[in-house]
C-alpha cells in the first residue's frame, strides 16, 4: 500500500455559503434545466421545481 500523497495534492478548499463566489440558486436552475430536457423532455419548466427545492 502507498501511502505518499499524490504530487498534486489538494492545497485548500473554498467553501461559498453566501453565495459571493457563485449564485447557488442560477446555477442549480441551469442544471435542472438541463437534467429535466435530457432525461424528461416532455416536462416544460424547471422553475416551480428549483424554488420548491429551495425552499426546503
Sequence with gaps: MNLTPPRHSIQAVLFDLDNTILDRT???GKFTDSLLQT??????SSRSLVRLYLRL
Design 39 to 44: 432525461y424528461f423532455p416532455s416536462f416544460e
Design 26 to 28: 442560477k446555477t442549480f
